[in-house]
Each structure stands twice: as structure tokens, then as C-alpha cells.
């Protein structure tokens, strides 16, 4: 065999593809699952204690004792419950050792679906070990790194957060970043041990069962909408992927949109979101232009809350954009469900909302008590931010699905601009829809890219798992017939 048809035989086996799926399993399992975890139980543990320690510079010494003994027992339960120690540190990582060793040699003679679920629980159970073991390791890092200088400083004085009887000595037997190090190796290793595009596949499967709801459905805007879909990805010499960067302008439908990690797992990327932090900043300027007038820190300190909140919110809780997705998910699910779909989409925005409010009542509060001067300049600043928000969220979802539709319709194939042609119309019609008896004809858009955007999901799972048995049949371990 001559060496260029080697070379070309390596190419062939290992190509672009292939080096980018590992790339993407390295990122997601050795850094951004991890970091992920990181973030969210680091907010966690330090949220109570932080507005905790915003009230306290907002009110003084005005404190009661009752609150700091409350947040005490909340910062110091990792000293109490999640005691690590040398010696337990080595004992947990002999028992990690031994799990996941086990990893590929657990019910390895078992054959069949019964073997492959056996397989696929053992899989979950160490990955679920290996996060928990990360959440110990996280919360007793910023235990140990927070609780001297809150002891020495004496926070929260008469009754200290952290009393000088506790004995902080045993951070003093590895240093800190071990802790962050071991944790990380733990959860990294699980991720990494028990990866398998079977398990991904079959952890999908609910999109399968939705993709076959909305074919199905009696809604015809729903089903118009689904074979929109199908045309414009059988119009296609093969089923395109998601790219995680916006591409040229010039491809077709599916370069509107690229792949998201949020509830809809797509986002169109002309979509104008970003213009809420101009909101943010117009905000900022109307306070520190009455701090300017009135010389009181608070307006500042009032608006910098909101605002950093709002921004939270931004970056945390779900897009609102895409609230016509959780509205279509929800039409096709149990009760049970539909509580899960609702949690998963509103949850983060609802607790973000409420610590605003908690926040802003706090501070409204402590203005009329001592500084009652200021009341009627910080209850206006209470409206103008809740009403200039809402005028310019509302701004922002008209130019988002105006933008959705003439990007749309200058995408799509003909066959599919024939199909929607006498069913064309926007969410501002939908109203005047439903009382002329013709709802059901209104066909969103965005449940169109929504319903396209979740089949090539399904295809590229399908497609990773196929590559994972070695091109063999979805239904059988045997090799597919030439």
C-alpha cells in the first residue's frame, strides 16, 4: 500500500469531524460542566450570606441578633456537617477509585437492553456521586476561605456569624486550592469515565416524543408549522448541523440560528436582547442625575442594585423571547409536566424577581424610616424602572419577531412561502385571531424555526449514536445488511 493512500485512508477514519467531537466532549466534561456546577452551588452557599451582608451596610448596626445567629448556622454547616480532613480525603478517594474501576466492568456479561440499562444506572449513580463529592469539596473552600476573616473581624457582633470557639485549624492541614483541585479531578473523572453517547441519546428521547407530538397534533398551525419544518430540511442534500457561532449571512434557514444551552436549545441570532442593557444604563443615568440634584448616596446605591439584579437576570433566567417554545411544550404534556416545563423555564427569573423585590422593599423601608426626605424620589425611581422596563421589553419583542418573520420569509424555500402564504400574520394578530374563530390557522414563527431547530437535534443524536455502535441499526446490536 503506497503512504499517500495510508494518509488517505487516516483521513478518511479521523477527520475534522472527529476532532471536533473531541474537543467538544474535552470542553463540556473537563471544564464547562464543572464550572457550571462551580458557579451555581457557589451562589448557592454564598447568596443568603451576601444580602445578609448588603443589609448590613444599608442599615447599620440596626441588625438584630437574630439574623446573625440564622445566617451563622447557614455559612458554618460545612463545618459541622461536611467535616473534610486528610484522612477523609483519603478515604473517599480509595472509595472513588473503586467505583469507578467498576465503571466498564459493571454487568459486563449481561447482554441486551436489560444489560445496556444495568450499564446506563451504574453510569448515572458514579456521576451523581461525583458531583456530590464536588459540592462538599465547594462549600468547605469558601467556608475555609471566608470564615477566618469573618472571625478575626468579628462580623456580626454581639453574636458573631463565625464564633471564636470554632476551631478553624483544620484548613490549616492542605491548602485551599487542593480542595478546589480534588473536587474538580472528581467530577471531571466521572464525567470522562462515564461518557457515552448511548446515554445521551437515550437521555433525549423526549425530544423524539415531542417531534412526534407536534406531527400529530389537531392544532393546524401547530402541524403547518411542522411541515414547514420537514420541507425546508428535506430540501436539503443532507440535515444541517447547529454551529455555537453565527454564520454567513448568505446560507439559508438554518443559518438564522445557532445552538443555545437554554430551555430552547436555539437562538436566532438578530435578536435585539442586548438593547436591555441600554435600558440598564439610561436607568443609572435618571439616579445619578437626582444624586446630582439631591446629593443622596442612595439613589446610586438603589439603582446599582436593581440594575446589577436585572442583569442577573439577563444572564441567568431564561429568554422571555422565546416564551411562545415553553407555551407550545406545554399543550403536549401531562399536568405533572407541565410543572416541570413551567419550573424549568420561569424558575430563575421568579427567584431573581423575588430577591428584587425583598431588596427593594428593604430599601424603600429604610429611606422612609431614616432618610424620609427621599421617599417620593425613590418611589418614582420604583416606577420608572417597573414601567420603563416593561415598555422597553415590549419594544424588544415587537423588532424580534418582526426581525423572526422578514429573516424567515426571505429564507425559506418556495414551497414552504406557499404554504404559509394565506396563513402569514404576526403575534400582534393574535387577538384579533381568536375572535374572528381562527386561531388555530395563526402560525407562529418562531414555532417554526423552534419545531426545525429541535428535529436536527434529534437527527444529530441519532447520528452520534450511530457513530457510537459502529453504524449499526438503533434497534439491534447487529450489524446493518449492505
Not at 293 to 308: C, H, N, R, S, T
Amino acid at each position: 500500500m503506497k503512504i499517500q493512500e495510508v494518509i488517505d485512508e487516516v483521513n478518511e477514519a479521523w477527520g475534522e469531524e472527529h476532532e471536533e467531537k473531541s474537543r467538544k466532549i474535552f470542553w463540556d466534561n473537563i471544564i464547562r460542566k464543572p464550572a457550571i456546577i462551580f458557579i451555581a452551588v457557589s451562589i448557592l452557599y454564598l447568596f443568603v450570606p451576601g444580602i445578609w451582608f448588603l443589609e448590613l451596610l444599608y442599615f447599620g448596626s440596626s441588625n438584630p441578633n437574630w439574623q446573625v445567629w440564622i445566617i451563622g448556622i447557614y455559612f458554618n454547616f460545612p463545618y459541622y456537617i461536611l467535616d473534610l480532613r486528610a484522612g477523609i480525603i483519603a478515604s473517599i478517594a480509595s472509595i472513588l477509585l473503586s467505583l469507578y474501576v467498576s465503571v466498564g466492568k459493571y454487568a459486563e456479561t449481561a447482554d441486551g437492553v436489560v444489560g445496556e440499562a444495568r450499564r446506563a444506572a451504574y453510569r448515572q449513580f458514579a456521576r451523581r456521586v461525583g458531583k456530590i463529592i464536588f459540592f462538599v469539596f465547594i462549600f468547605n473552600f469558601w467556608h475555609g476561605l471566608l470564615a477566618g476573616w469573618l472571625q478575626r473581624n468579628h462580623v456580626g457582633e454581639p453574636y458573631s456569624i463565625v464564633p471564636v470557639n470554632i476551631d478553624l485549624s483544620r484548613y490549616g492541614d492542605m491548602p485551599l486550592w487542593s480542595l478546589l483541585f480534588f473536587g474538580w479531578f472528581t467530577v471531571a473523572s466521572s464525567n470522562m469515565l462515564t461518557y457515552s453517547e448511548k446515554d445521551n441519546l437515550m437521555s433525549k428521547v423526549h425530544l423524539l416524543k415531542k417531534v412526534n407530538k407536534f406531527n400529530l397534533s389537531a392544532d393546524y398551525g401547530t402541524r403547518i408549522a411542522y411541515d414547514v419544518a420537514i420541507k425546508e430540511l428535506e430540501s436539503s442534500e443532507q440535515i444541517p448541523i447547529l454551529s455555537s457561532k453565527q454564520q454567513e449571512k448568505s446560507g439559508g434557514y438554518s443559518s438564522l440560528f445557532i445552538r443555545d444551552y437554554g430551555y430552547s436549545g436555539f437562538r436566532f441570532t438578530r435578536e435585539p436582547r442586548w438593547k436591555e442593557v441600554m435600558y440598564g444604563i439610561a436607568f443609572l443615568g435618571v439616579s445619578a442625575i437626582l444624586f446630582i440634584a439631591d446629593g443622596y448616596l442612595g439613589y446610586l446605591a438603589f439603582a446599582g442594585v436593581m440594575v446589577l439584579l436585572e442583569l442577573a437576570g439577563f444572564f441567568l433566567s431564561e429568554n422571555y423571547l422565546y416564551l411562545s417554545v415553553w407555551r407550545l411544550n406545554v399543550k403536549y404534556v401531562s399536568w405533572m409536566q407541565k410543572i416541570s416545563e413551567f419550573f424549568s423555564f420561569f424558575i430563575m427569573g421568579l427567584i431573581l424577581e423575588a430577591v428584587r423585590l425583598i431588596l427593594m422593599t428593604a430599601m424603600v423601608f429604610a429611606v422612609y424610616m431614616w432618610n424620609i426626605q427621599y421617599f417620593i424620589q425613590i418611589i418614582g425611581l420604583v416606577l420608572i424602572f417597573y414601567i420603563g422596563r416593561w415598555r422597553a421589553k415590549q419594544s424588544i419583542r415587537g423588532e424580534f419577531y418582526q426581525s423572526l418573520q422578514e429573516e424567515t420569509d426571505e429564507k425559506l424555500i418556495k414551497d414552504s412561502k406557499d404554504l404559509l402564504l394565506s396563513l402569514k400574520g404576526t403575534p400582534s394578530d393574535s387577538e384579533e385571531k381568536k375572535s374572528s374563530g381562527n386561531e388555530g390557522k395563526y402560525v407562529d414563527y418562531l414555532v417554526i424555526s423552534y419545531i426545525y431547530c429541535l428535529i436536527i437535534e434529534v437527527n444529530k443524536y441519532y447520528m452520534d449514536y450511530k457513530a457510537e455502535l459502529g453504524n449499526t441499526d438503533l434497534s439491534s446490536n447487529q450489524p446493518e445488511s449492505p
